[in-house]
């Protein structure tokens, strides 16, 4: 949880610092979100499963392995939806300081 927290003050400071607009503020803050309910939930998960199934079952991997999916579906919109506001701003920052 602290490095997810740190990734987003990151993204945070760098679209403060890029400027970016408002519509790739609502997808920055809801990819961090999105990334935040899914680790929250998968870990609720983990939690309650290790508390009622200690022991191996077939549905307890499949509600760990399920929550971990989600958690992975989260992180991939993340990373796309990051891909997709930062590249062209981050570009021409680089070109106006290349020169
Ligand atoms: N009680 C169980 N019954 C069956 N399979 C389990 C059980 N507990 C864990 N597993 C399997 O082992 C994998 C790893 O479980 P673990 O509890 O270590 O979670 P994790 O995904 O490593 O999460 P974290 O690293 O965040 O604690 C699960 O994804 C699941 O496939």
Same mark, same amino acid.
């Given at each position: ?12 400071? &760098? ?10 503020? /609502? ?5 961090? *979100? +999105? #990334?935040? %309910? ?21 549905? &307890? ?10 958690? /992975? ?5 993340? *990373? +796309? #939806?990051? %891909? ?16």
């Amino acid at each position: 949880m602290k490095i997810h927290i740190a990734a987003a003050v990151s993204c945070f400071i &760098a679209a403060a610092l890029l400027q970016l607009d408002k519509i790739s503020w /609502l997808f920055l803050i809801s990819a961090v *979100a +999105a #990334v935040f %309910i899914a680790e929250l939930v998968n870990t609720a998960v983990e939690a309650v499963i290790d508390l009622v199934s200690p022991a191996e079952h077939p549905l &307890a991997r499949v509600a760990k392995d399920t929550a971990a999916g989600a958690s /992975l579906v989260a992180a991939i919109y993340a *990373a +796309a #939806v990051g %891909i997709l506001i930062f590249w062209e701003p981050l570009m021409q920052w680089v070109r106006s300081i290349t020169g």
